[in-house]
């Protein structure tokens, strides 16, 4: 109960900075967008104290592991794998063309308007 508690007021305090952000539209735009940053740590202190806050940290934290173990590819590698798709992309679009133009020929002599 204490956690649907928490959720509701962190989700009240994000609509009233929201609101604030925009009623206050005469401000300094500075301003509004310090007390909006603010407002969404507190937003983000009161979640890390309910389990589905936890629980979305502990995520954050193995996903950041996660990417980590990646092995990213260096930049030759990179350059290498998108000239072939590049290839492979205009070689598949040429045939697909050069189907295309057959079958409409084929087509034309089967109904009669090619001759």
Do not use: C
């Given at each position: 109960?204490?956690d649907?508690l928490?959720?509701?007021t962190?989700?009240?305090?994000?609509?009233a900075?929201?609101?604030?952000?925009?009623?206050?539209?005469d401000k300094?735009l500075?301003?509004?967008?310090?007390?909006?940053?603010?407002?969404?740590?507190?937003?983000?202190?009161?979640?890390?104290?309910?389990?589905?806050g936890r629980d979305?940290?502990?995520?954050?934290?193995?996903?950041?592991?996660?990417?980590r173990?990646?092995?990213w590819?260096t930049?030759?590698?990179?350059?290498?794998?998108?000239?072939?798709?590049v290839?492979?992309?205009?070689?598949?679009a040429?045939f697909?063309?050069?189907?295309?133009?057959?079958?409409?020929?084929?087509?034309r002599?089967?109904?009669?308007?090619?001759?």
């Amino acid at each position: 109960m204490a956690d649907k508690l928490k959720i509701g007021t962190a989700l009240l305090l994000v609509i009233a900075a929201l609101a604030g952000f925009y009623y206050f539209n005469d401000k300094s735009l500075f301003l509004r967008a310090v007390a909006m940053i603010v407002t969404l740590a507190v937003v983000i202190a009161i979640m890390l104290q309910t389990a589905m806050g936890r629980d979305a940290w502990a995520f954050s934290q193995d996903s950041y592991t996660e990417v980590r173990k990646v092995v990213w590819p260096t930049r030759k590698e990179a350059m290498n794998t998108t000239m072939v798709v590049v290839g492979i992309s205009v070689v598949m679009a040429i045939f697909l063309w050069m189907l295309d133009v057959f079958l409409i020929w084929g087509v034309r002599h089967l109904t009669g308007q090619g001759a």
